[in-house]
């Protein structure tokens, strides 16, 4: 389980575009939650700052309590490790096979092969691909590879998973199967945080949607909030 916090976060990038403005909220241990907007709305560049791939301009962005900022060159691996990523284009290697894709983080890491063959087949059989694992990706479909995807991100047992526009190629049953893992990932602890723009897909579920607009906090449903039709606009302004 994880706990974001983001304290009057900031992020603006050279020539003066200013991606985040002034945004406070937190994810919770153990929470699953969407983040939604408009395209640009700044959904990948939070997402960015939680993963350390970008740094705030201003505020703190905080895991677990640790501001993320203060964190040495030598200790963001071990940050990256304990978050999951999932693309909305899978990231995949197609000259390796599905069982080295979710290898690869382990290899990184330095597991023993005994170690590493276990945890890559737990979690290939985790998201119904084991038998899968000596194909090459680009035999499979577009759910079967975001499937790989998923199981490359949670391989290294993390604590928290950050999915961008996960389901964003896929037809609405297929999403609802990728979600579905998502929420079984999130039923034994492990915290999710989810940008998307699909909306008939986020007004199906019920859990606590994020609003950004324009890098600032539109607003926020809370789990349980729903409205009649399972429609966001329930989204209250923040």
Known sequence: ?????????SKSYPGGHQ???????????????????HSGAG??????????????????????GVNLARLSNGQIPYHRRR???????????????VFENVALPLRISGYTSR??????RAALDKVGLLRYEKKSPIELSGGEQQRVGIARAVVNKPSLILAD????????????EI?????????????????????????????????????R??????AGERTAGGSTSGVTRG
């Open 1 to 9: 389980m994880a706990h974001v916090r983001f304290d009057n976060v």
């Open 19 to 37: 991606a985040l403005s002034e945004l406070s909220f937190e994810i919770n241990q153990g929470e699953i939650a969407f983040l939604t907007g």
């Open 43 to 64: 959904k990948s560049t939070l997402l960015k700052l939680i993963m350390l791939m970008e740094k705030a301009s201003h505020g703190q962005v905080l895991v677990d």
């Open 83 to 97: 978050v999951g990523v999932v693309f909305q284009n899978h990231q995949l290697l197609f000259d390796r096979s």
């Open 115 to 120: 170690d590493l063959e276990r945890r890559v």
């Open 165 to 176: 526009e996960p389901t964003g190629n896929l037809d609405p049953k297929l999403s609802r």
């Open 179 to 215: 979600m579905n893992l998502f929420e079984q990932f999130n039923d034994v602890g492990v915290s999710v945080l989810i940008a998307s723009h699909d909306l008939n897909l986020i007004g199906r579920l019920d859990h606590r949607v994020i609003a950004l607009k324009d890098g």
């Open 217 to 222: 906090l539109l607003g926020e449903r809370a």
